[in-house]
């Protein structure tokens, strides 16, 4: 495969580079891509957040997709992609992953700098005092008939630890993406169809400072025109034999 190699070189140089990520590398690990036939949102409406403070019906819904993506994200291991990236991270090729995606796979896989844009779903946090619990306390409360769950200690409504729609993006989160973006020799975008914003700024802005932009995608994305090299190969597949490599010549 001759992007295989050619990623192989950019990483070779690379010593600042970032991996940023979207749903595209998590379905290799079974988990749907939610706006994809199947994914959550084509059984269930998105909550938006202000429907979310002010309605116990708006609660509810968004509790019963709040069990259905835990069935999937509980059953999800990391795939060779995320794999790949903590290995590569080790190798001191990649400083960081930012990724839009709430499933913890990349810590699960062995990444130490993990920046999450849309928060994780792998706590649940009240949204008065900030208390937080395991997921799976918080659903056996909701499977039990707890349809909205509320705070044990103030008695505010209780919520994934994830950005929902418009819902603030975390502040510290966004700074600290962009100013790894604006240092990163290479900017490795993997599975992310590069729609949603504020985030796929992101890669644009480590391209305008300088980064090489790899985009790994089986669709075409807004910020193809940019990139030096496009990859529609499967993203396992590709980033295991890339990681063989640049381990070969490290």
Not at 71 to 82: I, K, L, S, T, W
Not at 111 to 122: C, D, M, N, P, Q
């Amino acid at each position: 495969m001759g992007v295989v190699q050619d990623l192989s070189d950019l990483l070779g140089s690379a010593r600042s580079g970032i991996a940023f990520t979207g749903a595209g590398i998590s379905t290799e690990s079974g988990i749907p891509d939610f706006r994809s036939p199947g994914g959550v949102w084509s059984k269930h409406k998105p909550v938006m957040y202000h429907e979310f403070l002010a309605s116990r019906e708006a609660r509810v819904r968004y509790w019963k997709m709040r069990v259905q993506l835990h069935r999937e994200f509980g059953q999800a291991e990391p795939n060779d992609g995320h794999r790949a990236i903590a290995r590569l991270e080790e190798l001191g090729k990649i400083v960081a992953v930012i990724t839009q995606n709430i499933d913890g796979l990349h810590q699960q896989a062995g990444s130490r700098r993990v920046i999450e844009l849309h928060g994780t779903a792998r706590m649940v946090e009240c949204i008065g005092c900030g208390k937080e619990w395991p997921p799976a306390e918080v659903l056996v409360r909701v499977e039990a008939g707890d349809e909205a769950p509320d705070c044990d200690e103030c008695g505010a409504p209780l919520k994934s630890k994830t950005v929902s729609f418009g819902q603030p993006m975390p502040e510290r989160e966004m700074e600290e993406a962009a100013r790894l973006s604006m240092q990163a020799d290479l900017y490795l975008t993997i599975g992310s169809s590069l729609v949603v914003e504020p985030a796929a700024s992101l890669p644009r802005l480590g391209k305008e400072h300088g980064a090489a932009l790899v985009i790994i995608n089986k669709t075409e994305t807004p910020l193809d025109y940019l990139a030096d090299l496009i990859i529609r190969e499967p993203i396992g597949q590709t980033m295991r034999a890339v990681l063989e490599r640049c381990e070969a010549s490290s």
